[in-house]
């Protein structure tokens, strides 16, 4: 496992938590029938980092098995580990012993155990190779030797030997290939290659603990008992809530404070009467039933609970509910006689948003009136003729409509013209150079003056 060391300039360092083992553990195998003899190693010496793997080596062509146990002294009574067989393992087509590598491992608990076996098979695969590919070869090569001597008579300087040839009879002589291309015959060499295939092997264990087998079986009879116990809560559950909902309910329709006065004297005491004989069930037949009938009879129990409380909920909040209104048609009121009396904060407003106003306080003032009347007479046992989400409903229309009138902003004021700016600099520039022409006029006839004017 690797945990992060913080140093004290702020960065992080990984280091690796190692192991070592107790105790020395060998293995030991039996001779083989191929020639290969019996053995016994010492893989993990003590105080050996763990977890480690190892790999073993063995030329085996049938099953073996292979046996671990403590050496030197150590303080358990029974030194076997255990013993593994190696199974599947099978001579090569030649009947030859195989290769067979076991990998043998200690985790970080201590535990040695044979993790994977492996068959190495080598086999011997024919490719062939066609002869096309030399004589192409050799008429590019012939090719290129007229290419030479034709430099090489042109007057470029050159080595050749005109008098090698290729050998006769040579195995690899292109003109033999080329005669066994145009006969038809050896159109292609063979040629061998070997190639190596990893077979996986099964592995039966004998330990002092349980097998693969053996734990996948209790793995498995665990997550039952977990489904089992999970379904035995939600079950548990379900019968809680039914039962705390009983005696929620029988108490609360029993009592004048909370839902006796909004059933009828017949209706709660029938009721009260089939609380009482669900409590008796829960206790007898009803003690260990499947969670779907209890959550049935929960459902049942609030449908007729549920409506009493909303019952009681409306008698209580309906009376707030209408003084709210009542303060929402009264504060419209007065905004109504600052109208009348023409207050400059409502100078703006016309004819129409006034009447518009006047008649939406005077529908909801009548709404209102008719709707204390209704609930005033109304029996508590039975469902209320306004609801509360009504009242707030109609509170909030009316309000919309009247603040759409009376938070109108006025009209802004007409804003005063801007002066052109263009004109007020083409005036100035205008002035500018009339002042100028002045100047220069004035200039003009002094000089003149200065030059004819009479000399004494």
Same mark, same amino acid.
């Given at each position: 496992?690797?945990?992060?060391?913080h140093?004290d300039?702020?960065?992080?360092?990984?280091?690796?938590?190692?192991?070592?083992?107790?105790?020395?553990?060998?293995?030991?195998?039996?001779?083989?029938?191929?020639?290969?003899?019996?053995?016994?190693i010492?893989? *993990?010496?003590?105080?050996h980092?763990?977890?480690?793997?190892?790999?073993l080596t063995?030329?085996?062509q049938e099953?073996?098995s292979?046996?671990?146990k403590?050496?030197?002294?150590?303080?358990?009574?029974?030194?076997?580990?255990?013993?593994?067989?190696?199974k599947?393992i099978?001579?090569?087509?030649?009947?030859?012993?195989?290769?067979?590598?076991?990998?043998?491992?200690?985790?970080?608990?201590?535990?040695?155990t044979i993790s994977?076996?492996s068959?190495?098979?080598?086999?011997?695969?024919?490719?062939?190779?066609?002869?096309?590919?030399?004589?192409?070869?050799?008429?590019?090569?012939?090719?290129?030797?007229?290419?030479?001597?034709?430099?090489?008579?042109a007057?470029?300087?050159?080595?050749t030997?005109?008098?090698?040839?290729p050998?006769?009879?040579?195995?690899?002589?292109?003109?033999?290939?080329?005669s066994?291309?145009?006969?038809?015959e050896g159109d292609?060499?063979?040629?061998?290659?070997? &190639?190596?295939?990893?077979?996986e092997? =099964?592995?039966?264990s004998?330990?002092n603990?349980?097998?693969?087998?053996?734990?996948?079986?209790?793995?498995?009879?665990?997550f039952?008992?977990i489904?089992?116990?999970?379904q035995?809560k939600?079950?548990?559950?379900?019968?809680?809530a039914?039962?705390?909902?009983?005696?929620?309910l029988?108490?609360k329709?029993? &009592?004048?404070?909370?839902?006796?006065?909004?059933?009828?004297?017949?209706?709660?005491?029938?009721?009260?009467?089939?609380?009482?004989?669900m409590?008796?069930?829960?206790?007898?037949?009803?003690?260990?039933?499947?969670?779907?009938v209890?959550?049935?009879?929960?459902a049942?129990?609030?449908s007729?609970?549920?409506?009493?409380?909303?019952?009681?909920?409306e008698?209580?909040?309906?009376?707030?509910v209408?003084?709210d *209104?009542?303060?929402?048609l009264?504060?419209?009121?007065?905004?109504l006689?600052?109208?009348?009396s023409?207050?400059?904060?409502y100078?703006h407003?016309?004819?129409e948003?006034? &009447?518009?106003v006047?008649?939406? *306080?005077?529908?909801?003032?009548?709404?209102?009136e008719?709707t204390?009347?209704?609930?005033?007479?109304?029996?508590?046992?039975?469902? =209320? =003729?306004?609801?509360?989400a009504?009242?707030?409903?109609?509170?909030?229309? *009316?309000?919309?409509t009247?603040n759409?009138?009376?938070n109108k902003?006025?009209p802004k004021?007409?804003?005063p013209?801007?002066?052109?700016?263009?004109a007020?600099?083409?005036?100035?520039n205008?002035?500018e150079?009339?002042?100028?022409?002045?100047t220069?006029?004035?200039s003009e006839k002094?000089?003149e003056n200065?030059?004819w004017s009479?000399?004494?």
């Amino acid at each position: 496992s690797h945990c992060i060391i913080h140093s004290d300039k702020g960065k992080h360092r990984y280091a690796v938590l190692e192991g070592l083992s107790n105790y020395p553990i060998s293995v030991s195998w039996d001779a083989s029938p191929g020639g290969e003899s019996a053995g016994e190693i010492e893989v *993990f010496p003590k105080n050996h980092a763990i977890p480690f793997s190892k790999m073993l080596t063995f030329y085996r062509q049938e099953p073996f098995s292979i046996r671990a146990k403590y050496v030197g002294n150590i303080p358990y009574p029974d030194r076997e580990i255990g013993t593994w067989t190696i199974k599947d393992i099978r001579p090569s087509a030649e009947g030859k012993p195989q290769k067979v590598k076991v990998k043998v491992r200690v985790n970080l608990h201590g535990i040695m155990t044979i993790s994977s076996a492996s068959l190495y098979e080598a086999k011997e695969s024919v490719e062939t190779e066609s002869v096309e590919e030399p004589v192409q070869k050799e008429a590019q090569l012939n090719q290129q030797n007229s290419t030479e001597q034709q430099q090489s008579e042109a007057g470029t300087p050159m080595d050749t030997n005109t008098d090698a040839a290729p050998e006769v009879g040579s195995g690899s002589s292109w003109t033999k290939k080329l005669s066994a291309w145009f006969s038809g015959e050896g159109d292609k060499e063979k040629k061998k290659k070997q &190639s190596v295939k990893s077979v996986e092997l =099964p592995i039966q264990s004998i330990t002092n603990g349980f097998s693969q087998v053996e734990l996948n079986q209790f793995t498995e009879q665990e997550f039952k008992m977990i489904a089992s116990d999970k379904q035995e809560k939600e079950r548990a559950d379900a019968r809680n809530a039914f039962e705390e909902y009983v005696y929620e309910l029988r108490n609360k329709v029993s &009592s004048e404070d909370e839902l006796a006065l909004y059933m009828l004297e017949s209706n709660r005491d029938a009721l009260v009467k089939q609380l009482d004989d669900m409590e008796n069930w829960l206790y007898e037949d009803g003690e260990d039933c499947n969670k779907q009938v209890y959550i049935d009879k929960l459902a049942h129990l609030k449908s007729i609970g549920e409506p009493v409380q909303t019952r009681k909920v409306e008698s209580e909040l309906r009376p707030v509910v209408i003084e709210d *209104f009542a303060k929402s048609l009264q504060l419209c009121g007065k905004e109504l006689d600052l109208i009348r009396s023409n207050d400059a904060k409502y100078a703006h407003l016309t004819d129409e948003d006034v &009447s518009k106003v006047d008649q939406a *306080f005077k529908s909801s003032y009548q709404w209102l009136e008719q709707t204390r009347a209704k609930s005033s007479n109304a029996p508590k046992h039975l469902a =209320p =003729p306004i609801t509360v989400a009504q009242i707030r409903q109609e509170k909030s229309n *009316f309000e919309n409509t009247v603040n759409s009138v009376l938070n109108k902003p006025p009209p802004k004021a007409p804003s005063p013209p801007k002066e052109d700016k263009n004109a007020g600099d083409q005036q100035k520039n205008s002035q500018e150079q009339s002042s100028e022409q002045n100047t220069q006029q004035n200039s003009e006839k002094q000089e003149e003056n200065m030059e004819w004017s009479p000399t004494n």
